[in-house]
């Protein structure tokens, strides 16, 4: 068997499958458009079926959204919490924001996020999650959608600005 007889099915195979999925993709970014094509352009004629003669498939497709959060910019000085849809049974989405101001548009302002709990045990509280971030400009809102998965419990997020202060946000009951 010659090197170049082995390799043609494996190239006609890849390819194949490289055009069934060009195929669903345009079919799931059409259905996504909201744009209707029909079943006989995608699949080509058999023998005996013409492609007008095709059976037409209708596919639904279906997902769960999330709340659209429409919350306008908090004030300075205060940090909000909104709840979101969470994907698993125990699972607590929020929206952190708060306004962070540059005293020095030209350069750039450094800002953390830190989700804490509270412990029973050493009565205080810990830090659960953290996130990093920065811009450049006057002012902008600090956003943040942390989740809380199989943890209940009393929580608050903490906004630290470099060389500034700590804002911390009322503390909100996580629950299943």
């Known amino acids: 068997m010659s090197p170049r007889s082995s390799v043609a099915p494996v190239v006609a195979s890849g390819t194949?499958?490289?055009?069934?999925?060009?195929?669903?993709?345009?079919?799931?970014?059409?259905?996504y458009l909201g744009v209707e094509v029909s079943h006989s352009a995608s699949v080509p004629a058999r023998?005996?079926?013409?492609?007008r003669s095709a059976p037409v498939r209708t596919v639904s497709l279906s997902s769960k959204?999330?709340?659209?959060?429409?919350?306008?910019?908090?004030?300075a000085g205060t940090i909000t919490v909104d709840t979101l849809a969470g994907l698993?049974?125990?699972?607590?989405?929020?929206?952190?924001q708060g306004m962070v101001?540059?005293?020095?548009?030209?350069?750039?302002?450094?800002?953390?996020w830190r989700l804490q709990r509270w412990s029973a045990a050493t009565r205080n509280w810990r830090t659960y999650l953290t996130r990093n971030a920065g811009f450049a400009g006057?002012?902008?809102t600090a956003r943040?959608?942390?989740?809380?998965?199989?943890?209940?419990?009393w929580y608050r997020a903490e906004l630290s600005v470099s060389g500034g202060?700590?804002?911390?946000?009322?503390k909100f009951l996580v629950s299943c």
């Not at 959204?65 to 004030?75: H, I, K, N, Q, Y």
């Not at 698993?88 to 952190?96: A, G, N, Q, T």
């Not at 101001?101 to 953390?112: K, L």
């Not at 959608?145 to 209940?152: A, G, H, L």
Request: aromatic share 6%.
């Open 16 to 31: 194949a499958s490289v055009m069934k999925l060009l195929v669903a993709t345009l079919a799931f970014t059409g259905a």
């Open 47 to 51: 023998a005996g079926v013409s492609a």
């Open 65 to 75: 959204s999330a709340p659209l959060v429409t919350a306008e910019a908090p004030a």
């Open 88 to 96: 698993r049974p125990c699972e607590k989405s929020y929206l952190i």
């Open 101 to 112: 101001d540059n005293p020095h548009p030209e350069s750039v302002v450094s800002y953390g």
């Open 138 to 140: 006057p002012s902008q």
């Open 144 to 153: 943040w959608r942390p989740s809380v998965i199989d943890n209940p419990g």
């Open 165 to 170: 202060a700590r804002l911390r946000s009322e």
